[in-house]
C-alpha cells in the first residue's frame, strides 16, 4: 500500500474488555513500531518488531498489553481488561531498516481508543 | 540512551524564521539526530536528520555545532500551517541501532500566528 495503515481509526469500549488494534506497514518495512499518545502528550513507545521478533518488550505497559507480528507484515496490538486508563490514540509506524540503517518511521494514522 | 531537551512551546508569526534547539548533552559518537513533525489527529512526519555541521532540504534546515550536544531546526518563513508539535531524537544509525529514536518525548509546540 502507499502508506501505514492502522485499523480501526476508532474504537470504544467497556471497561474490562478485550481489544485488537491492527497495523499493515509499508510493503517491504522490516521493522515496525508501536506507540501510545494520551491527550496532549507525547508519543510513549511500546515495542517494535524487526521482521517477527519483538527484541524488547519492556515499553508494554502492564502484562494485559501484548503484541505480534506475522509473516513480516501485519502486527496487531491486544489489551486485555481494558481499563479507562488505557484511552489513548495508539500509533503504529514502520522503517526500512529498523533501529539501524535508515530508520525514517513512517506513521500510520492511528488507532483511537476509549475505555468507558 | 542520550537524553534531549526542547523548548515545551514556542510562538511565531507568518513570514518569520523560527529556530527551535534541542539539548543533547549525552549524545553517543554513532547518534544521529532526527526531527520530526506532528500535526493535530495524525502521526509524526520524518523532517529532517544529521549527523554533523549543517543539512538542508526543502522543508528545513539542522544546524549541528562542533560538540554535538545540540542542535537547531531552522524552518524558514513559517506559515500558518507550520503549526505543530516538533520532536528532537537522538538515536544510533549503526548496526545494533539503540532505543534513542523511539524516544520522542513531549517536543515543542510551535504556534504560527497570522
Known amino acids: 500500500g502507499a502508506g501505514v495503515s492502522q485499523s480501526p481509526s476508532n474504537k470504544v469500549t467497556e471497561k474490562g474488555k478485550d481489544v485488537e488494534l491492527r497495523c499493515d506497514p509499508i510493503?517491504?518495512?522490516?521493522?515496525l513500531y508501536w506507540y501510545r499518545q494520551s491527550l496532549g502528550q507525547g508519543l510513549e513507545f511500546l515495542i517494535y518488531?524487526?521482521?517477527?521478533?519483538?527484541?524488547?518488550k519492556s515499553g508494554l505497559p502492564s502484562d494485559r498489553f501484548s503484541a505480534e507480528r506475522t509473516g513480516g507484515s501485519v502486527s496487531t496490538l491486544t489489551i486485555q481488561r481494558t481499563q479507562q486508563e488505557d484511552s489513548a490514540v495508539y500509533l503504529c509506524?514502520?522503517?526500512?531498516?529498523?533501529?539501524?540503517?535508515?530508520?525514517?518511521?513512517?506513521f500510520g494514522p492511528g488507532t483511537r481508543l476509549t475505555v468507558l | 540512551l542520550a537524553k534531549t531537551t526542547q523548548p515545551i512551546s514556542m510562538d511565531s508569526y507568518e513570514g518569520q524564521e523560527v529556530n527551535i534547539t534541542c539539548s543533547h548533552n549525552?549524545?553517543?559518537?554513532?547518534?544521529?539526530i532526527t526531527w520530526y513533525q506532528q500535526f493535530p489527529s495524525q502521526g509524526p512526519r520524518f523532517i529532517i536528520q544529521?549527523?554533523?555541521t549543517k543539512v538542508t532540504n526543502e522543508v528545513a534546515s539542522l544546524f549541528i555545532p562542533a560538540d554535538r550536544k545540540s542542535s537547531t531546526l531552522s524552518l524558514p518563513r513559517v506559515s500558518l500551517s507550520d503549526t505543530a508539535v516538533y520532536y528532537c531524537?537522538?538515536?544510533?544509525?549503526?548496526?545494533?541501532?539503540?532505543?534513542?529514536?523511539?524516544?520522542f518525548g513531549k517536543g515543542t509546540k510551535l504556534s504560527v500566528k497570522p
Open positions: 509506524a514502520s522503517s526500512l531498516g529498523g533501529l539501524a540503517g535508515d530508520n525514517e518511521q513512517f
Open positions: 510493503s517491504g518495512h522490516t521493522a
Open positions: 518488531f524487526q521482521g517477527n521478533s519483538a527484541p524488547d
Open positions: 549525552n549524545i553517543a559518537t554513532n547518534d544521529y
Open positions: 544529521g549527523y554533523k
Open positions: 531524537l537522538v538515536g544510533d544509525r549503526n548496526y545494533g541501532g539503540s532505543q534513542g529514536n523511539l524516544i
